[in-house]
Nanobody, 125 residues
């Protein structure tokens, strides 16, 4: 079983930046997604990247501010978060899903498994 571990969360002021990392215990040729969830709310997709790293997708709320990338040699997927807003405050999770034919990964949480424990991001105004 693949284990994913998130790191890099913390507290930052609005307009600041954070970089999250998601490291897999073994190499996995899957879609990797970043998700976030506030207390009492459903988990939502933030960004997803294809196995080769060439295809990415973002939630409308983070387009132009967040960048997802992966380094397969390090078994790590990154989420660079810039121009952070208070509404970005959440627990952030990563998870994996089998890559579909054509390589376009979904951001639907129900398709993903092997969730990490999450890392907290807090943005103050």
């Amino acid at each position: 079983q693949v284990q994913l571990a998130e790191s890099g969360g913390g507290s930052v002021q609005a307009g600041g930046s954070l970089a999250l990392s998601c490291t897999a215990s073994v190499y996995t040729p899957d879609c990797i997604g970043w998700f976030r969830q506030a207390p009492g709310k459903e988990r939502e997709g933030v960004a997803v990247i294809s196995p080769g790293g060439g295809l990415t997708a973002y939630a409308d709320s983070v387009k132009g501010r967040f960048t997802i990338s992966r380094d397969s040699t390090k078994r790590t997927v990154y989420l660079q978060m810039n121009s952070l807003k208070p509404e970005d405050s959440n627990m952030y999770y990563c998870a994996r899903a089998p890559a579909p034919y054509g390589g376009i990964c979904s951001m639907s949480p129900r398709l993903f498994a092997d969730w990490g424990q999450g890392t907290q991001v807090t943005v103050s105004s």
